[in-house]
């Protein structure tokens, strides 16, 4: 298992998790996407611009620019690789009634058994509503053909449910289950949102939240890329509410995080040591694919193809191995996913983007605007 893994001490205050909190004004959440997959704003974020470390080029004090995400194949060069996550999302929010005819819901988290295939599996740690009355031994009926037994309680208030179908659980899901958006949008899903929610490469069934920074993608956009002499390359990482969980601790290092299971499949280990060997940078489409890579490299940074299952937790002072430019959404305070991009762009260039991003009326979180943290100047030519 793998732990917080700092290299060097930044400053005190950074391993506090207050230091990671901003102030979002009200209605700047972006309850639904935009038109147009790539309609969304990107920020351009040079990497370490602000961080004044000889590394970054602290010579502006506005070092941003800001483009469409359609722009994007602007910023990627002949011989980089840009690394996507193909995990799917299930609908894994069940509506239904018990037996007397008590409306509740379960929520599945992730399967009991570890490296179970998520669209098959039958037995899943839970959330239920209401907890009260969802006791071991107690029965949803979702539909004629889906139904959820509660198994057993955990300490930490879960449920662990077995679901029961005549039919393939992953047939069962699709037609019985809801897309779980985010409770931060504060509205139900949509039809919309069963396509929307998805990025438009997804592939591998597993996760119960979208890797939100390949929303933006179309076929039209990654073809573009294609043509500028990139290669796309597809891992998969199943996200799990954990990427989600907020810090509660007072500081980052007593954080742990759950475990997600993650794939390099051996063309996509290929492709990324090609495009390092050519001097090409790598580009991760998101904090879970960085998380994969990262995971999966050995201390030179050679990404290994294979699988298993990680809990890096990277916040400042990480030293990055493969990834080279990080594509990524605006995230909530004091979440694992902004100490991640603080950890890549540098603390400082990381708020500097944040408050520009609200000061230029960007739109926040899963159906949000984007960033772009790009190589710092030198770094694989």
């Not at 573009?224 to 199943?238: E, F, M, S």
Request: glycine share 8%; net charge neutral; charged share 25%.
């Amino acid at each position: 298992m793998s732990r917080p893994h700092p290299s060097s001490s930044p400053p005190p205050d950074l391993r506090r998790t207050e230091a990671y909190d901003y102030t979002l004004p009200p209605g700047r959440i972006a309850r639904y996407p935009s038109e147009r997959r790539d309609g969304s704003r990107l920020l351009v974020v040079p990497r370490g611009a602000l961080e004044g470390d000889g590394l970054g080029s602290p010579s502006s004090s506005d070092p941003f620019q800001d483009l469409s995400f359609s722009d994007l194949p602007s910023l990627v060069r002949e011989g980089d690789v840009l690394v996507v996550n193909e995990s799917r999302v299930l609908p894994v929010r069940l509506l239904g009634r018990k037996p007397t005819g008590a409306e509740c819901e379960v929520l599945l988290l992730r399967p009991v058994e570890r490296g179970a295939d998520p669209s098959e599996a039958a037995r899943w740690e839970a959330l239920v509503r209401p907890g009260s009355k969802l006791k071991p031994g107690r029965r949803v009926v979702v539909s004629p053909e889906l139904e959820v037994v509660v198994e057993a309680g955990l300490p930490n208030g879960l449920r662990v449910v077995r679901l029961e179908s005549a039919v393939p659980l992953r047939d069962a899901l699709e037609r019985n289950g809801r897309i779980p958006l985010p409770p931060y949008l504060e509205r139900e899903d949509e039809p919309a949102d069963r396509e929307r929610y998805q990025t438009v490469y997804a592939r591998t069934p597993g996760s119960v939240a979208a890797p939100t920074a390949g929303l933006h993608f179309t076929p039209e956009l990654l073809e573009c890329i294609d043509a500028h002499g990139a290669r796309i390359a597809k891992v998969t990482l199943h996200v799990g509410p954990g990427t989600f969980r907020p810090v509660t601790s007072e500081t980052i290092e007593e954080h742990r995080m759950d475990g997600e299971r993650w794939h390099v499949p051996a063309d996509a280990a290929v492709a990324i040591a090609k495009a390092r060997q050519r001097g090409g940078r790598v580009w991760a489409v998101g904090t879970t694919v960085a998380r994969t890579l990262e995971s999966a490299a050995d201390e030179t940074g050679k990404v290994r193809d294979g699988e298993g299952e990680t809990d890096l937790f990277i916040f400042p002072g990480y030293p990055f191995k493969v990834v080279d430019a990080l594509i990524t959404n605006f995230h909530l305070p004091r979440s694992t996913l902004l100490m991640l991009v603080a950890a890549f762009a540098g603390y400082r260039t990381t708020l500097a983007a944040y408050a520009r991003a609200v000061a230029s009326g960007y739109r926040f979180y899963s159906y949000g605007d984007a960033m772009v943290v790009t190589p710092r100047s030198g770094e694989r030519p």
